[in-house]
């Protein structure tokens, strides 16, 4: 089952997704147990023969041309089928599964991370999962180190992101629509509230995850990231946060869904009033379809959301 197409072949197709899944021809190279120079070679005589530069080289590395990108969707579905005969008809076992997702600070995107991994029949399998900042989500799925991204959009920052999604041909694909709320310690003076007003926070140190570089209030991944706070505290990671948010009592404004087997019984959440709202999705790049595994973890993450209460808005068969 070796032959493609000419001499186009599986390792070949394999090479290349390798290299997009490591993010370096030296890491592919490491994982493939075979030398650098070889596997460039092999990469650029694929090159020669479809006449396109799957890759874009620069003294920054190896990125994916838009060609590359269109390509990559092509290989990854031949690659799975013909493993899928294999398995079916030379009881050959399935290669390691590979996933990477990026999103922003949400327990429900590591609940159904968790639960993919818990349901995959796999012997192996090598899956990342970056909890990261807004711009980098952006350029993860952008270079296809991710094969999704999980971010929100609301009245304040849609033109702007949408904008940069558009130009880098990405898709933002809504998954549901939630109210604020505040995540504070359960010990919090405010925590027995059904609702707090945005003045009762005023004297309490405000958490956000902090952006690096592209510290934009677009980016924020907090809503009213332009309201002036007396106390403020950067952080980047949720862990840290939460402990902050223990220990002096803060709070940070999140989407509300909490995860007591991910997070505790230290955390509690209360509803913000507010007339804004976040509007939850996940982007995709335009130029390659999602893997197998990439689209169970999307069918994971709306069964963990209508878990919630959360109605589930599709949207993947809209123009």
Known sequence: MEAVTGKMTLQQLKYILTIVNCGSVSEAAKQL???????????????????????????????????????????????????????????????????????QHY????????SLLKDLNANEYECTLRETRTYEIIEDVRHMRSELGILY????????????????????????????????????????????????????????????????????????????QKKKIRVSDRATLFNLLIGLNGYTISSGVLNKDLNGDQITSVRLRTNDNMRIGYITNDNVNLSLLASEYVIKLKSVIADFGYPIINQEDEP
């Open 33 to 103: 147990y075979i030398s650098q120079p070889s596997l460039s070679s092999a990469v650029k005589d694929l090159e020669k023969e479809i006449g396109v530069d799957i890759f874009l080289r620069s003294s920054k590395g190896t990125t994916l041309s838009n060609d590359g990108a269109e390509f990559l969707s092509y290989a990854r579905q031949v690659v799975e089928q013909a493993e899928l005969l294999e398995h079916r008809y030379m009881n050959k076992q399935p290669s390691k599964k590979l996933c990477s997702i990026s999103t």
């Open 107 to 114: 327990a429900f995107a590591v609940q159904a991370f968790v």
């Open 153 to 228: 959009l609301n009245d304040f920052n849609q033109k702007v992101i949408e904008k940069i999604l558009k130009e880098n041909d990405l898709r933002f694909q809504l998954l549901f629509v939630a109210e604020p709320h505040v995540f504070i310690s359960s010990s919090h003076p405010l925590a027995e509230r059904t609702i707090v007003e945005v003045e009762d926070l005023d004297e309490y140190p405000c958490l956000a995850f902090e952006q690096g570089e592209y510290n934009s209030f677009y980016f924020s991944e907090e809503i009213l990231s332009t309201r002036t």
